[in-house]
């Protein structure tokens, strides 16, 4: 597969950061002319949309490309995905939600539905892929589909003038929760199912597909966890709580299922790798586990009153979960070399950076739930934070320029 994809990924994700990171120095320099919303819009469509969505394509595409049939098609595709949220994130940094932004986010779906039909084809035309890995990574094909369905129905709630109501904000977490919990995490764990079966690591198969089933059903009315805060009714706290438990078991199950293959992994792969795939499953557990707690009334609306610990559980999902997740499985399949010390220094900033930037962020939530106004130095804080993780990216990205060609090598 093309280096250049690789280094396209990298570019997002340096994006992502340098942009967070410019809202992080926003309360050092409130004057300046880009309005702050514009640039929030944009780092959260290309963080997900962007660097998420083509580091898993990416990977996607490094574990078949030797078999893939359509090559010049997965290229083109890889490149429409690069090229539309580039400008995607320049539209909403532009003009924030306007005519160029809505129209490359439109763009930008087609093209994540025209990725979808070219892994659906390519997966099931490939020999030899455990059964669970294909129901995770159709699954996860249905939930990027459906998830769509809130960006779409944006447009008409805005047009009936409802942009300021309850129902805008249902519809993005209804975007939200199917990108995330849905596509994201369900295509991940499908791709480290196939990587493990091609490393020929054994795993409990019928325990995955239990998993992915309680898992997938448990995903629409895991729905409603998100959207508690409106007062839909009871049946909406009902299936909440089915929905939270369904996932939280389905998560469970899929942990278990992978219990016999830490032994093999130490034996295969460099230790630093065991241990990022270790602070990924972490991650996983914790975040599952936050999740399940939004079931408590009360908690729940501690939680979406409170912004700074919206967005620490934003972040641990995607920059902890995700983000450390399609990092993890750069390394399996040997995109990234972690012998290279100026890699495993990366890294270690990374998990620092992101450490830091929870404790503000939670820490900061939980100072709030006891009566003080903020703690001290929480804009320093976060900005140092912000500062290490745009540090470690840059460096991860250096060592696999430098990292040379041959050594490091695709899976097939
Ligand atoms: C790499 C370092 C990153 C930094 C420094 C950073 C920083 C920020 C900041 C400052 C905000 C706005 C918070 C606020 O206004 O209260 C934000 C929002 C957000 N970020 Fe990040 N971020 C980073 C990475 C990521 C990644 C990797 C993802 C997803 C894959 C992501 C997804 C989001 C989302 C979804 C929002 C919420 C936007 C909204 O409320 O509309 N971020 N980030």
Known sequence: MPRLFVHFTFLLFAITAISGLWMRFYPFNPDTSLPYTNVMHGHSHLAILGWAFLGAFIIFLSIFWKTIRQKKQAKVVAIALFVTSFLMFGAFVYQGYGLYSIIMSSLHILVEYWAALFIYRELNGQLGIPKPGKYFINGSLLALVISSIGPFSLGVIAANGLRDSYVFDMAIYFYLHFQYNGWLYLFLIGLFIIVLHQKQIVFNHSLLIAGFWIYFLSLFPGYYLSVLWVELGGHSQVLATIGGIGQWIGVFGVI?????????????????????????????????????????????????????????????????????????????????????????????????????????????????????????????????????MVISIAIIWISFIITRKNESVSIN
Not at 271 to 294: A, N, P, Q, R
């Open 256 to 388: 278990i299922a992978f219990k016999g293959i830490w032994v093999r992994l130490y034996r295969k792969f460099h230790d630093v790798t065991v241990i990022c795939l270790w602070i990924t499953f972490f991650l996983l557990i914790v975040k599952s586990t936050m999740e399940l707690g939004l079931i408590s009334p009360t908690m729940a609306s501690l939680v979406y009153e409170t912004r700074s610990v919206i967005i620490g559980y934003l972040h641990f999902s995607l920059l902890g979960f995700v983000s450390t997740f399609i990092l993890t499985q750069f390394q399996l399949i040997g995109i990234i070399n972690m012998r290279n010390h100026l890699m495993q220094a990366g890294f270690l900033i990374f998990f620092i950076g992101f450490a830091l930037n929870e404790l503000f962020l939670f820490g900061n939530g939980f100072a709030q739930w006891c009566g003080f106004s903020s703690i001290p130095f929480i804009s320093h804080g976060l900005l140092g934070a912000s500062v290490l």
